[in-house]
């Protein structure tokens, strides 16, 4: 029956507590580093904060459920989440494929810890990932791509995998599992920041990664385990909380986005927009087959660096921020990061102001 409710209902009971008499109504945090000892040692109880902790387990189990995966493990970051992945899958002498075109920090991690243990890192486009899974033994995707909002055809990419005994990891950072469900188009894990929009407030860091695979699991879980990769059960606490609004808030950031696409696309100062859900947009195709919904994200090229930051000074709703998926609207000028991109290449995560107002106000800030 769950798999038949909206997004804004799977939320709220994803993170609800149990129902159970005199309990409160929201799970309360938990910060314990060390728990009461039983005598029957086969008992699997909370022993210690790095292995478990019971707020962990009520966030996994809505991470789990939202994505459609058996199982789900918190992380202190999405960085933690996917490297701790890595590390268990490649090995030395296995070749890895990594989004040329993607968050740039999975290609340096790649580069500079992987590469020198002797794995055959290969850093290959959007464009290209599926020709590239033809000789990988692990391929991590990132679609919709970040920043550029390229996407990644998954289907196509994870029955490739499937043919080589591949195995295809897939960043689901930026539609969230609200938006797209990478493992029921075919990928063995999933992995994610749930800094962005699942937590949207923007005070709290924490990543996650999900799967149908319980051997991997267990693997991962033991990496975090002995890696201490973990996340703070304050923290957690706060991403649980805030999950019961993620579907409403996830709702209204895809509505702004849209209407912020089409106002770019338009305006005489853009010079390139992109955004999976605009119908002329060279990703829409692939984006309708595979996504509910398009995301918070929308990119855009203004002439130069000084363009961008003209437009976040006269706009009185969207400020200068890196990161995304918050309540509040910003730009992140990517050039600044290092990403190939033209230097008035701007990144703008969608809040959840009122449509209007934020079209208005950015309309009237791009002059």
């Known amino acids: 029956m769950s798999g038949q409710y909206g997004d804004s209902t799977r939320t709220v009971k994803a993170s609800a507590s149990q129902n159970v008499p005199g309990q409160p109504v929201t799970s309360p945090p938990l910060p314990a580093s060390a728990y009461h000892l039983s005598e029957d040692e086969s008992r699997p109880l909370d022993t210690y904060g790095r292995s478990s902790n019971p707020t962990w387990r009520q966030f996994e189990s809505a991470l789990a459920d939202l994505e459609g995966a058996t199982s789900a493990l918190s992380f202190g970051s999405g960085m933690a989440a996917i490297t701790s992945v890595l590390r268990v899958l490649a090995k030395p002498g296995t070749v890895l494929v990594v989004p040329a075109d993607g968050y740039y920090q999975v290609r340096r991690y790649a580069a500079e810890y992987l590469a020198p243990l002797g794995v055959d890192v290969r850093e290959v486009s959007a464009a290209d990932m599926c ?184 706009s009185d709703l969207a400020v200068a921020a890196t990161s995304f998926g918050g309540l509040h609207t910003s730009v992140d000028r990517r050039a600044r990061w290092g990403d190939p991109v033209p230097a008035g290449f701007a990144r703008m995560s969608m809040g959840i102001e009122d449509t209007d107002d934020l079209i208005s106000d950015v309309t009237a800030a791009l002059g």
């Open 131 to 314: 020709a590239a899974a033809e000789s990988a033994d692990v391929v991590v995707a990132e679609t919709p791509v970040n920043p550029t909002l390229d996407v990644v055809d998954l289907h196509r990419l994870a029955l490739t995998c499937r043919g080589r005994g591949a195995t295809l990891v897939v960043d689901n950072t930026t539609p969230t599992p609200l938006g797209q469900q990478p493992l029921s188009l075919g990928a063995d894990v999933v992995v994610a920041s749930a800094t962005k929009a699942l937590s949207g407030h923007s005070d709290v860091i924490a990543g996650y990664a999900a799967s149908c695979h319980a051997e991997l699991m267990a693997a991962v879980e033991r990496e975090r385990l002995l890696g201490g990769a973990i996340l703070g059960p304050f923290e957690a606490w706060l991403a649980l909380r805030s999950l019961g609004s993620a579907g409403l808030r996830f709702e209204r950031q895809c509505q702004n986005a849209l209407a912020m696409a089409f106002t770019l696309r338009d305006h005489p100062a853009v010079r390139a927009v992109r955004y999976p859900g605009l119908p002329d947009d060279p990703a829409h195709d692939v984006a309708c087959a595979q996504m509910k919904r398009f995301g918070g994200l929308v990119a855009f090229e203004l002439a130069d660096a000084a363009a961008v930051h003209r437009l976040v000074e006269r």
